[in-house]
């Protein structure tokens, strides 16, 4: 029960804002549009996206009170008016935009679904909506990267262990490789994130050695910090 609690937490915050860890990096809001001003972006049509924005909104609040029909309505609704907007070719700045638009939207399904006890369902959305931000920004990407925890914890969560590593092992990877160094403070939370994971599963050697990356990278930056 107390870890049920702890994802449908998640799924709300990620929902309203993003992850707690990626709202501070406006992960949801300012890259996806969710927080840019309404009517700032239109198709060729001249059509804006203040409606997806609204509509989004809109979910979010059904789904902090507790009113899932009416969220889930909502957030297939804003998901359309999202995709119906156009901006562009699908390498450009709008198209990756939307997606993470769209991404926000089945997020927010998810959440919905989680809370209903529909794991399942509440898997597949989640992963429609990294396969929406990868088909925008590729798997070797930090904004890509930045979706996946979650994932791994509905995976352990609803009893999928070997996905969860696998996407725990992902995010490292990732990461690893895309930050401009390998002392970066972003490779930091994969670390931790799977050092985490490893102990719920009582493999504490495992789980030191992990650890023991991370604390290295956090020493060489507070000696940074300090001089």
Same mark, same amino acid.
């Not at 930050?179 to 490779?187: G, L, Q």
């Not at 931790?192 to 719920?200: F, P, T």
């Given at each position: ?10 799924? %709300? *915050? ?16 300012? $890259? ?57 070719? #699908? ?6 935009? *939307? ?6 939207? %089945?997020?927010? %399904?998810?959440?919905? &679904? ?13 992963? %429609?909506?990294?396969? #929406? ?15 996946? $925890? ?53 493999? $504490? ?6 650890? &023991? ?7 060489? &930056? ?6």
């Amino acid at each position: 029960m107390f870890q049920r609690r702890i994802i449908l937490g998640m799924l %709300l *915050m990620m929902s309203n804002t993003g992850l707690s860890a990626l709202a501070q990096q406006d992960m949801f809001r300012t $890259p996806s549009g969710t927080s840019s001003t309404p009517g700032q972006q239109q198709d060729s049509s001249g059509a804006s996206d203040e409606n997806w924005q609204n509509l989004l909104s809109e979910a979010r609040s059904e789904l902090s009170a507790g009113r899932l029909d009416k969220a889930e309505e909502q957030f297939k609704a804003a998901e359309k008016a999202c995709e119906d907007v156009k901006l562009g070719p #699908t390498d450009g700045d709008g198209f990756k935009k *939307m997606s993470k638009g769209v991404a926000d939207c %089945l997020i927010g %399904l998810a959440a919905v &679904n989680e809370r209903r006890g529909d794991a399942g369902e509440a898997d597949r959305l989640y992963e %429609l909506a990294v396969r #929406t931000v990868e088909k925008a920004y590729t798997s070797d990407s930090m904004d890509y990267a930045k979706y996946l $925890p979650p994932l791994a914890d509905l995976y352990d969560k609803h009893g999928k262990p070997d996905k969860a590593e696998l996407v725990h092992k992902k995010i490292i990877d990732v990461r690893t490789r895309m930050a401009p160094n390998k002392d970066d403070p972003s490779i930091v939370q994969g670390y931790d994130h799977y050092a985490r994971y490893l102990r719920s599963k009582d493999r $504490p050697d495992e789980a030191t050695i992990i650890e &023991n990356k991370s604390n290295e990278i956090k020493y060489k &930056n507070q000696n940074k910090s300090s001089e």
